[in-house]
């Protein structure tokens, strides 16, 4: 996939922190902030997704009826 370099601002000790976790994670500064923003956009698919996919879909709704059905056929517990 093709980068385009950008260029931020940060403090001293955010630069410090976020340099320190990228060590941390075997990562160069410029990894590990493309990783956090990647992972924040997922974090956001997956909130719309349970906030208006899984209800339009009833699946909340399925859930609890198969998991009364398990308890009640098998005796499985909650978890």
Not at 10 to 18: D, I, K, N, P, R
Not at 38 to 48: G, I, K, M, Q, Y
Not at 53 to 68: C, K, Q, W
């Amino acid at each position: 996939m093709a980068k385009e370099k950008v260029t931020i601002t940060l403090t001293e000790g955010l630069a410090a922190l976020v340099d320190r976790r990228a060590g941390d994670k075997g990562m160069n500064r410029s990894q590990y902030i493309e990783d956090l923003i990647s992972r924040d956009d997922d974090a956001r698919v997956w909130a719309e997704y349970a906030e208006k996919t899984v209800p339009a879909l009833g699946l909340d709704e399925y859930a609890a009826t198969l998991a009364a059905s398990m308890k009640r056929n098998y005796g499985a517990s909650d978890r």
